[in-house]
């Protein structure tokens, strides 16, 4: 069953609701299609084409042979080029926004705009996998750090949110040669298929820990380069010398940003004995000021979680909680509604440190949230986990912050912020929350191959004849 013709991008008008594969510089559908689903109201939204084995290896091919190019050109222009695909993408931004709102149940007042050197070989063909929680920010990282060091890519978004990757993908055309950069969505034979396909070089991996692993194993099979950023269950720490009321607003936007689908997200709050209590109460009446509700309605803070998967994934953990019987500061009587996945959000008060609510990432809108009374005893609970991604501190004394954050077994930790990820700054994870890393200067090596050349002054011309 072979694919349907590909049609060049550039004879093409930019439409938002028609979706195709990107190869070469041209849209491509296929014979199967699948399409996500509005997490606000279920609705079904538009038909994307299934790839082909077929479609793949072409793919390969092309990135290939447009390597050999692209990788010699200069610096300068490759960043030329990144500055025209930024441009672009900031005259879209309205289209854009609405599109994420529809794949991905972000409210709209919640989207914001988007706003080195050394001797080293380039890794050649490389691949990306986006995950479902902020599909287009993620890929930005990722593509450009990518595009600047001279790779070509082929990207693969998750099938729940493929319709943002692929038309900034078909957008971007006009601005790079054939092959530099392709779009894929596949079913979940495609993801196998690129990682272990013997003409991809590179695998940039964004997703779930227990997805990782099987990336990682697959790759080893060529020995593919490849980069992890995985699952996290990261701490947030606040001492007894903060502002309560200062704090409680950065450390609600920490836990349930985006509704908890965030990989850094706080997902277990630890807070001092001597303010738990006026902590508690000021979080709760935070959150209870926040609009839950469909990206459609107006003045919503928190959208609904992305898929039915992940929903009855929550739900349980909502269902574990009341089982066991653990208190529900707020949130627990209605997990959610029959039109969409919207869940209300939901705080575990002091949970036993084995629960799953603890113990276990639940990647939506629920948090348990804990006393601790000295550093002693606070850090093992902290570091009691096989992830280590991100984590956070709140205390007006710094010498303190510093102190415990540097006991937190995580690769980035904040200090009275929640957590955000900056692109200056490299962004890796400890333990089980990743391989390698990614963002900042140092991020780019990660798309690059080193070489080191030893040149001896050992005189080995031939001698001149008398």
């Known amino acids: ?145 990518a595009l600047l060091t001279g790779n070509t890519i082929i990207i693969k978004p998750s099938p729940f949110t493929p319709y943002s990757i692929l038309k900034f993908t078909e957008m971007v055309q006009q601005y790079l040669p054939p092959g530099v950069l392709q779009a894929l969505n596949g079913d979940d034979r495609l993801g196998p298929m690129m990682t272990e396909h013997p003409g991809i070089d590179k695998i940039s991996f964004t997703g779930s820990t227990a997805t990782g692993k099987r990336v990682l194993q697959a790759a080893g099979k060529t020995l593919k380069r490849v980069t992890l950023e995985l699952g996290g269950n990261s701490a947030c720490i606040i001492c007894p010398d903060v502002d309560v009321v200062k704090v409680a607003p950065l450390v609600a936007l920490g836990a349930f940003f985006n509704s908890g689908q965030l990989c850094v997200a706080s997902k277990r709050l630890f807070v001092h004995e001597s303010i738990y209590q006026e902590m508690l109460e000021e979080l709760t009446n935070v959150v209870k000021g926040w609009k839950v509700g469909g990206t459609a309605e107006e003045g919503v803070m928190l959208g609904p979680v992305q898929n039915e998967m992940q929903y009855n994934i929550v739900k349980g953990f909502f269902e574990d909680c009341a089982v066991n019987g653990y208190e529900f500061a707020i949130g627990g009587k209605a997990v959610g509604n029959e039109s969409g996945f919207v869940i209300q959000p939901a705080i575990i008060n002091n949970p036993p440190s084995h629960s799953r609510i ?50 937190i077994e995580a690769g980035t930790v904040w200090i009275n912020s929640f957590e955000r990820p900056l692109a200056q700054a490299f962004f890796a994870g400890h333990k089980e929350s990743g391989l390698g890393g990614e963002l900042g200067r140092h991020g780019l090596l990660s798309y690059m191959n080193p070489q080191v050349i030893h040149l001896y002054k050992t005189d080995v011309g031939k001698a001149a004849k008398l």
């Open 1 to 145: 069953m072979g694919s349907v013709e590909t049609v060049p991008a550039a004879a093409l008008e930019l439409s938002f609701e028609k979706f195709q594969n990107v190869i070469a510089s041209g849209l491509r559908g296929s014979e199967k299609v699948h399409h996500s689903v509005n997490p606000s109201d279920k609705s079904l939204l538009w038909d994307v084409p299934i790839a082909t084995e077929r479609d793949l290896d072409e793919a390969v091919e092309i990135a290939r042979e447009a390597f050999k190019s692209w990788s010699k050109t200069t610096w300068a222009h490759r960043q030329d080029v990144l500055g025209k695909m930024r441009d672009e993408l900031a005259k879209r931004v309205p289209e854009f926004a609405k599109l994420l709102s529809l794949e991905g149940g972000k409210p709209a007042n919640t989207i914001r705009d988007w706003g080195g050197y050394g001797v080293c070989w380039y890794f050649g063909l490389s691949w990306r996998h986006l995950p479902l929680e902020l599909p287009l920010v993620l890929a930005m990282g990722k593509l450009a750090a």
């Open 358 to 407: 603890v113990k276990e990432e639940p990647f939506g809108p629920i948090v348990p949230m804990m006393p601790w009374s000295t550093e002693e005893e606070l850090i093992p609970r902290v570091n009691d986990t096989r992830t280590g991604l991100g984590g956070s501190v709140y205390c007006a004394d710094i010498d303190r912050a510093n102190r415990i954050a540097s006991q």
